[in-house]
């Protein structure tokens, strides 16, 4: 059993129709009960939870929610996750601030601490943390995304080492530029003039990879910014 946090659009979205296809049970939450009604329309076999992960009564629902209906979850894809432009030159770079970090760090972390226990007790169980092409090379028109991503990067290093001894395998899972509605026409300058990878072509190739069983899976142009790292940002930033 599967759940995608986020999983009602974009690539969340795209990730569990190619995992129903598979075979699977999944299970996608999001905020916007319209949205997830407007996917399991479209995926009749889709179970859907409307949560906010980034409230933590909304988030202690959904856990409570699984332990009794699926206790058999034995994968978590945390996908949820917002970017907004910020210019610090200007008045209002922290709007909406609390929001962006806890949609795209906390949550995640918390969820994970509360889910953990059910995981540890499956005979085998994932963690898969989408972080970003940008976490190891930032876009400067979205710093605070580009942070909490690199956060998460950094986060998932750390769980995978403390859980080394457990069922549970931590990856972490990094787009480059998918086709998507994050951050809407806030969406980093930068990206404008590059090509976009479709949220159906990223879900198929990360899935290939995951079946690979690697500990990171990066796909396009994460895999240079991964192995660049900031030697990159000047060339990124130049054009946004």
Aim: proline share 5%; charged share 20%; glycine share 8%.
């Amino acid at each position: 059993m599967i759940l995608i946090t986020g999983g009602a659009s974009g690539i969340g979205l795209a990730l569990a129709a190619r995992l129903l296809s598979a075979g699977n049970r999944v299970i996608i939450c999001g905020r916007n009960e319209a949205t997830l009604k407007k996917a399991k329309a479209e995926h009749p076999a889709l179970i859907i939870r409307v949560c906010d992960v980034a409230d933590a009564p909304s988030r202690h629902a959904l856990v409570a929610w699984l332990a009794i209906d699926h206790p058999d979850l034995n994968v978590l894809i945390n996908n949820a996750g917002v970017q907004h432009r910020r210019d610090f030159n200007g008045d209002s770079a922290t709007a909406a601030l609390d929001q962006e970090i806890a949609i795209n760090l906390t949550a995640p972390i918390n969820l994970i601490a509360e889910l953990l226990p059910a995981l540890k007790r499956q005979e085998r169980a994932w963690i898969v943390n989408v972080s970003s092409g940008l976490a190891f090379s930032p876009m400067a028109d979205v710093p605070v995304y580009c942070a909490t991503k690199a956060a998460i990067h950094s986060f998932t290093l750390s769980l995978r080492h403390q859980l080394r001894s457990t069922s549970v395998k931590v990856v972490e899972l990094a787009p480059p530029i998918v086709d998507t509605g994050l951050g809407g026409n806030a969406r980093s300058g930068g990206t404008s003039s590059r090509p976009m990878m479709s949220p159906e072509a990223f879900a198929t190739e990360a899935l290939a990879q995951l079946a690979t069983g690697r500990d990171e899976v990066l796909i396009g142009i994460s895999a240079e910014t991964r192995r660049q790292g900031e030697a990159m940002f000047d060339r990124m930033n130049s054009r946004g």
